[in-house]
T-cell receptor, first 113, second 113 residues
Framework: KNQVEQSPQSLIILEGKNCTLQ??????????LRWYKQDTGRGPVSLTI?????NTKSNGRYTATLDADTKQSSLHITASQLSDSASYIC????????????FGKGTKLSVKP | DTGVSQDPRHKITKRGQNVTFRCDPI?????LYWYRQTLGQGPEFLTY????????KSRLLSDRFSAERPKGSFSTLEIQRTEQGDSAMYLC???????????FGPGTRLLVL
């Protein structure tokens, strides 16, 4: 069973609308949770990093939240733009080894005009 | 552009051939990572270098795979006797001493025929 589950798998929204992407995880304990944006055919780009003690972290129009009790994180995108079309990947660093990064499969977001 | 470059961006090869990929990290970053990403999946950790030392290797890194970082700067990933299952995007990332953020390169997309 994947330890990081993201939903929805894909999402289509109109330009200017808001959206929220979900990440449920079973990894415990963990040292930090990250959200990455990955354009098609490109490498992921870091959006936010939160430690287990943080509840929210913003980066421009992107706001990530973390509820360690329910083991859920969300990424909220405000006033979407066409350039937001990408896959958004939730990643947990389980701590310890450098290789202990557990990636979700991502949510593919399409923003239409 | 994150400052991490990879070469080539695309590689098509026949089964059984050897291939080598190069990654140039951000110059002051001492940590370098290799990942593999297949279609519709998140990246999977392959190996990690701190300076020239290869400190971690995933069980995904079979005997046909070898990675080097001879002078602690650029790194190479070689796949010997390629198989069709090796077809994937190979991502490189680097990280500086004090930060948690990994900066990914654009990836090398490998297709094994």
């Amino acid at each position: 069973k994947n330890q990081v589950e993201q939903s929805p798998q894909s999402l289509i929204i109109l330009e200017g609308k808001n959206c929220t992407l979900q990440c449920n995880y079973t990894v415990s304990p963990f040292s930090n949770l990250r959200w990455y944006k990955q354009d098609t055919g490109r490498g992921p780009v870091s959006l936010t990093i939160m430690t287990f003690s943080e509840n929210t972290k913003s980066n421009g129009r992107y706001t990530a939240t973390l509820d360690a009790d329910t083991k859920q994180s969300s990424l909220h995108i405000t006033a979407s733009q066409l350039s937001d079309s990408a896959s958004y990947i939730c990643v947990l660093h389980g701590g310890g080894s450098q290789g202990n990064l557990i990636f979700g499969k991502g949510t593919k977001l399409s923003v239409k005009p | 552009d994150t400052g991490v470059s990879q070469d080539p961006r695309h590689k098509i090869t026949k089964r059984g051939q050897n291939v080598t990929f190069r990654c140039d990290p951000i110059s002051e970053h001492n940590r370098l990572y290799w990942y593999r990403q297949t279609l519709g999946q998140g990246p999977e950790f392959l190996t990690y270098f701190q300076n020239e030392a290869q400190l971690e290797k995933s069980r995904l890194l079979s005997d046909r795979f070898s990675a080097e970082r001879p002078k602690g700067s650029f790194s190479t990933l070689e796949i010997q006797r390629t198989e069709q299952g090796d077809s994937a995007m190979y991502l490189c990332a680097s990280r500086g001493g004090g930060g948690e953020t990994q900066y990914f390169g654009p990836g090398t997309r490998l297709l094994v025929l």
